[in-house]
């Protein structure tokens, strides 16, 4: 098979695949609609099967709704029928996916849903099938033609069946008020589980590792105060505890470039009295952002009452994988 050849087959099934979801927007009709109240109504988990490509698919499907709201798992028609059926309660709701609509493991279990009373939506490519007249709702996935030039391996119909399974998930994540913050709890593992979970508050360092002198105190001594606690930088505080100010490396350079005294300064001589500060409780990922955008590499965190108490720096932030 020559290069040329070889492109044409993959443009072509790209070509076929497109135009076979292009299709698919009209069925998103009053069938879609009621699929997705059935799920909405549902008090249990919905339960996704299938068998052999459309299982692949379904087991997706099932992993987008529990992501996006909607409780949900696969269980796969085979082992159902041998003990695994015991999953399903009568508070559940299934989704059954076959093209044909005759599949032989996924009919088998039709009785025993319908003597347990659960509600069902088949997903199948053709409306007069056994599958998709025991439904309570049928969506179309049906395709004119396979991408495969055989027409035998399962290629358009499933790409339709997971597009159709998408559709679903952000309706019903719609419908629900799914907030991204719904999703990182989902997520709370990944870089945006981070990004959405991670507070200031859980990287901050407290205590007897906050940076802080009185503006009393001589440079000397405040730089020694730096250095043991490394942030390269170190608040400064009245007597009550309240934030006067902040004096970093960056002043440091400042104060020797106008040939200051350095053993005969003060703090309320050299310090930043307007230091970026930041709430316990903000995004770990808003402090970061502020860093970058005002290019320093700690914040000082602040309390109700404008005390420090806390600082966070930004290699803090980065090594919680907030990126």
């Known amino acids: ?3 040329d050849l070889i492109l044409q087959a993959g443009r072509r099934t790209v070509l076929m695949e497109t135009e076979a979801v292009t299709k698919l927007e009209e069925r998103i009709n009053g069938d879609f609609k009621r699929a997705c109240e059935l799920i909405l109504q549902c008090g249990g988990r919905t339960i996704v099967t299938g068998m052999g490509k459309s299982g ?30 015991g999953m399903i309660t009568r508070d559940d709701l299934v989704i059954a996916i076959s093209n044909s609509g005759t599949s032989a493991e996924v009919l088998t279990l039709l ?8 509600p069902m939506i088949s997903m199948t490519g053709k409306a007069d099938s056994p599958l998709a007249q025991a439904a309570d709702v049928n969506l179309d996935i049906a395709v004119e033609t396979e991408a495969c030039p055989l027409g035998l391996a399962p290629t358009s119909s499933t790409t339709v069946t997971l597009v159709m399974g998408d559709a679903l998930a952000v309706a019903l994540l719609e419908a629900r008020g799914f907030s991204a913050e719904d999703f990182a709890f989902s997520h709370p593992g990944g870089a945006l589980g981070r990004r959405l979970l991670l507070k200031v508050e859980d990287v901050m360092h407290s205590g007897d590792e906050l940076p802080q002198v009185s503006p009393e105190t001589l440079l000397p001594k405040a730089l020694l105060e730096m ?35 350095l053993d005969k300064a003060t703090m309320d001589q050299v310090m930043s009295r307007r ?37 966070v720096h930004m290699h803090d932030i980065l090594r919680a994988g907030v990126i």
Do not use: N
């Open 275 to 311: 230091p970026k500060t930041i709430s316990a409780e903000t995004l770990a990922a808003e402090a970061l952002r502020i860093m970058e955008d005002h290019k320093i590499t700690a914040l000082v965190v602040e309390g109700e009452e404008h005390q420090p108490v806390g600082v």
């Open 1 to 3: 098979m020559t290069q």
């Open 111 to 118: 009785p025993l849903l319908k003597r347990l009373g659960i």
């Open 227 to 261: 250095t043991s606690k490394g942030f390269g930088m170190t608040t400064v505080v009245d007597h009550k505890g309240s934030l006067l100010g902040v004096f970093t490396d960056g002043d440091l350079r400042r104060v020797i470039d106008h040939k200051v005294e």
């Open 56 to 85: 692949h698919i379904g087991r997706k499907i099932a992993a987008t709704l529990a992501s996006t709201g909607t409780p949900s798992f696969f269980v796969h028609p085979g082992e159902a029928s041998h003990g695994d059926l």
